[in-house]
């Protein structure tokens, strides 16, 4: 019976085609299968910053504010169109307030032309928003200056605005709002002749928190009026007292090297500089003292009030203070150093200090076709303290050495700082000045000056 079904040709040919379909059956699930995994595999997540937000609304007569400016946007989906979608951004995240009524209210942000293949999220997806009549109101505008826009020793006058007045366009109530619009000028350009600048203007309510609102311009012309008020003299420092024997004052250097006097011109001519006392008679040790300024007498006030002085000391040995001494006292005594000196060998290799007042400044280096004024220290002259072996030292006077000041690498200024720097002093000698710059008012000669 098999035998005969097997030798029909039709009983082959059906069980051949019911074959062929199981087989293209299977094949055709496995293919679906796989496309599936494949297609799985390929979604995608971007998130993208900083978004634009658009809000549709009646410009002309409402004023919309607390839509956020940039939101963030989370699309997942294929990865060709997540990723098309990241790098063209050609979708839009909105706003619809053109049906909205007066007042605050809650809205949804949403988001269009988008692929209908891809999920978006917005993060935020909702803002609450004031809608309010649009009014345009004109504002006087104030000027306000930081500290360090005009120089020390100088004020500003009343400032000039141009425009004078302001358009500011908000919401009704936030227009009720504003108590001050400020043009703020904060430079820190130490100005001592009138100046003009530009400054944006802003505007706030009465506890100075600044309104949402359009100005028109954002910015003005300020030009402003500085006048002189005082004058800048240098300090100069006077020992008081005497340390423990066992120590020396190596250096006394203040923080700052000149203080503006503040007074009238006829008192300011005849102060050249401050003497500033330091009393050293409890110094034990390197420290930091806090130092009021004296005011000159008939001047108003000094600016600062107080400087910082940094003291510097040295340990002396048993033999050295009995030479320190002397050599700090008057001549009479640094003769009797010198007699000790020579009498006796040992000493010469301990180390001394000595303090030259009023030593002028020597210019050098200055090109041909310019000319400088020296401005700070009003006197031309500094002080210098040597230290070195009480042999050196000692043998020094004011007329050893020269006191510097190199302008190779001066530029037009009115007012250049210059370092300065001692030539002529033994190898083994320091030094330390009591104004380590000097400023000047470096000029272009004329041609009747050449």
């Known amino acids: 019976m098999m035998d005969r079904f097997l030798n029909n040709k039709w009983s082959i040919r059906i069980i051949a085609l019911i074959l062929a379909a199981i087989l293209f059956i299977s094949v055709h699930a496995d293919n679906n299968g796989s496309t599936q995994i494949q297609t799985s ?8 910053q900083n978004v634009p937000v658009e809000v549709y609304y009646d410009k002309e007569n409402l004023y919309v504010s607390g839509v956020p400016e940039t939101v963030t946007v989370t699309i997942t989906g294929p990865r060709s169109i997540v990723q098309n979608a990241k790098a063209q951004q050609d979708f839009t995240v909105y706003v619809d307030l053109r049906n909205a009524s007066i007042g605050e209210q809650n809205v ?5 032309d988008l692929s209908d293949r891809v999920k978006a999220t917005i993060s935020p997806d909702t803002a609450t928003v004031n809608v309010q009549e649009k009014v345009t109101k004109k504002f006087s505008v104030d000027v306000e200056l930081g500290q360090s826009v005009v120089a020390a020793g100088y004020e500003a006058g009343t400032p000039e605005v141009s425009p004078k007045k302001v358009s ?10 504003i108590a001050y619009v400020k043009a703020t000028i904060d430079d820190s350009g130490g100005h001592k002749e009138d100046f003009t600048a530009e400054a944006e203007i802003v505007a706030f309510d009465s506890k100075l ?13 300020v030009t402003v009026p500085v006048s002189k008020v005082g004058k800048s003299v240098p300090l100069t420092i006077k020992q008081t007292g005497s340390p423990p024997d066992d120590l020396s004052i190596s250096s006394i250097t203040p923080d700052r090297d000149e203080v503006v006097v503040i007074g009238d011109d006829a008192v300011l001519d005849k102060i050249n500089k401050i003497e500033l006392s330091v009393d050293v008679s409890n110094i034990t040790a390197d420290t930091v003292k806090e130092i009021t300024i004296p005011v000159p007498e008939g001047a108003i006030s000094v600016q600062p009030t107080s400087v910082e002085v940094k003291i510097k000391t040295a340990k002396k040995s048993g033999n050295d203070s009995s030479d320190n001494q002397s050599s700090s006292s008057d001549s009479t005594a640094e003769q009797g150093a010198d007699s000790n000196n020579s009498s006796d060998d040992s000493s010469n290799s301990t180390d001394t200090s000595k303090t030259f007042s009023d030593v002028a400044i020597a210019e050098t280096g200055l090109n041909d076709d310019l000319t400088a004024k020296l401005i700070s220290p009003a006197n031309g002259k500094v002080n210098v303290t040597v230290k070195g072996p009480s042999s050196t030292v000692n043998g020094l006077s004011s007329n050893s050495f020269k006191v510097i000041a190199d302008l190779s690498k001066a530029t037009e200024s009115e007012s250049y700082s210059a370092k300065l720097a001692i030539n002529n002093l033994p190898s083994d000698v320091s030094y330390t000045l009591s104004q380590t710059t000097a400023k000047y008012s470096i000029t272009k000669k004329s041609a009747t000056d050449t």
């Open 41 to 48: 595999s390929q979604t995608d997540t971007e998130v993208i």
């Open 108 to 112: 949804k942000l949403q988001i269009k």
């Open 168 to 177: 500011i366009t908000g919401a009704k109530d936030t227009i009720d709002q």
């Open 209 to 221: 928190n600044k309104l949402d609102v359009e100005i028109d311009p954002q910015k003005v012309e």
